[in-house]
Every structure is written in structure tokens, then in C-alpha cells.
């Protein structure tokens, strides 16, 4: 778990020069992009031709757009999408450590990009963990604007959401300046999340989009019990179920084959 919010932190921030030398070694062209959003500047990268059906990526918490460069270089991918991934409010390069604890508020937000799909299908948006909240977010806010989501370890189920012990003290005053910026929104958006899910609880019949949900049956952080939650919930939608029984919460690097396969057979 420890290993898990570390490699979130440090692992994946990277900064436009970082991330315009990774695609030039591979001699992919690369956009970096922003925009503001609520008076604060958002980014996001983009590769792929804009033409084609757009894939959204939206990271987890910790973590940030580059966490997806293995998709976004993806030769199969950039062949048939044109692909955006962005930074979350408070983290990455969108306003670092401004925490923005509402769903609705972080959908709204994200939802500028979906305005840059030229193509005739609806977008296709992926998310892993606490962004597969938040793409189910926008698919009950904007559900004729959306026309998928690939929802990969989805935090989803206010009941058994989980507040790890170290969480309340990492909020004390005492010791909120000592908590790396990353781990400190991410603690922030934890512990308003199980509120946000109850606000959400009459929403999921609006979701109008096919869904794949993808999890692992070893997930410590998101239980594989949210599987049957969205099954239940999602009255409305067409659900196809993916579980991995040795997978983990790590899925999109873990199987990235199966997340690939997902998003692409939507496009």
C-alpha cells in the first residue's frame, strides 16, 4: 500500500520537458495543453490524430496524466484514437496541492476536454481507481456527451470505502506541513470521499454509457466488492465484467493488455 502512494507521488509528476523527451525518444508527436478551469490552470497531454474517436485518461489519487505515457505511445492506440490524459485538480502540473474534494465540481472541470472529440463516435473514458470515480461522475453529469467508460479498480461503494488509520493524524494541523504535497491531497480527497459516494448513490441509473469494469480480486485499497455494487447500480447502462483473481489495485501496469483491449473495443 505504502509502495502504491509513493510510486503515485514520485513515480509519475512529470514536468513538460520530461514528458516531451520520453515521446521524442519514441518519435511520437505530443501536445501539452492548458486550460483554466474555476481560475485554475489545468494540463493535459495529447497525442493521436484529432480526428479519430477521443480516449480520456483520468489517474488516481496520487497520481498524475504521465502515469499513462505506456498508453499514450501505444502503437495500436495512436492508430485507431486520439488520446488526451490529464492532470487533476490539485495534482501533476493542475494547480499542485489545491485540493478540490467534490466529484461534481472535479467532472466539471475535466469536462472542457471532452469539447476537443471531432469525431463521430462519442468519447471513450478510462479511469484507474479514484479516477474511475470521477469518469462515473461525468458519465451521470454529461451521459449524452459520453459514449463509454473503461472504469479500472473504481473506489465506487460508499459502504465499504476504506479511511486508512493514518489518515486522520496526516490532517492534523501538527502534522499536515510534514506530508508530501501528493499524499496530502490525495488524504484530503480520501477523506471527504465516502460523502461524495453518497451524494452520487441516486445517480448511477443516469449512466447511459457502455461500461467495462475492470478489477482484481487481491485489491487492498478498492475491494472487489465495488464490482457488485456497480453491477447492481448501473440499471441503465450495458456492463461488461472483467476480475483478475491475482490482480491487485496496480491493474494498468500490472495487465496494461487488458486496459488496452477495454478502451480499444470501444473506438
Not at 23 to 48: C, H, M, N
Not at 140 to 158: K, N, Q, S, T, Y
Amino acid at each position: 500500500m505504502i509502495f502504491h502512494y509513493l510510486q503515485g507521488c514520485f513515480g509519475s509528476r512529470r514536468g513538460d520537458a520530461s514528458v516531451k523527451a520520453y515521446f521524442e525518444k519514441k518519435q511520437i508527436p505530443v501536445s501539452i495543453g492548458y486550460y483554466k478551469a474555476e481560475g485554475r490552470w489545468i494540463r493535459y497531454l495529447e497525442t493521436g490524430t484529432p480526428d479519430k474517436p477521443l480516449v480520456l485518461w483520468v489517474h488516481g489519487a496520487p497520481g498524475a496524466a504521465s502515469a499513462f505515457l505506456h498508453f499514450l505511445s501505444d502503437k495500436d492506440l495512436l492508430a485507431t484514437a486520439h488520446m488526451i490524459s490529464v492532470d487533476r485538480p490539485g495534482f501533476g502540473y493542475s494547480s499542485f496541492g489545491d485540493t478540490v474534494v467534490s466529484l461534481e465540481r472535479q467532472a466539471a472541470m475535466l469536462y472542457p476536454l471532452l469539447k476537443k472529440n471531432q469525431s463521430e463516435k462519442l468519447p471513450v473514458l478510462a479511469g484507474h481507481s479514484y479516477g474511475g470515480t470521477i469518469v462515473g461522475r461525468m458519465a451521470m453529469d454529461f451521459p449524452d456527451e459520453i459514449g463509454a467508460l473503461v472504469m479500472v479498480a473504481p473506489a465506487v461503494d460508499p459502504r465499504i470505502e476504506k479511511i486508512f488509520r493514518v489518515s486522520y493524524p496526516a490532517d492534523c494541523w501538527m502534522f499536515r506541513p510534514l506530508v508530501p504535497t501528493c499524499l496530502r491531497v490525495t488524504n484530503e480527497e480520501k477523506l471527504g470521499h465516502v460523502s461524495q459516494l453518497y451524494r452520487m448513490l441516486p445517480l448511477w441509473k443516469k449512466i447511459v454509457a457502455a461500461v467495462t469494469i475492470i478489477h482484481g480480486e487481491k485489491d487492498k485499497i478498492a475491494p472487489v466488492e465495488n464490482v457488485s455494487f456497480l453491477q447492481s447500480s448501473l440499471t441503465h447502462a450495458r456492463v461488461k465484467t472483467i476480475v483478475n483473481p491475482h490482480g491487485g489495485h496496480l491493474l494498468p501496469w500490472e495487465t496494461p493488455q487488458v486496459m488496452k483491449e477495454a478502451v480499444m473495443s470501444y473506438l
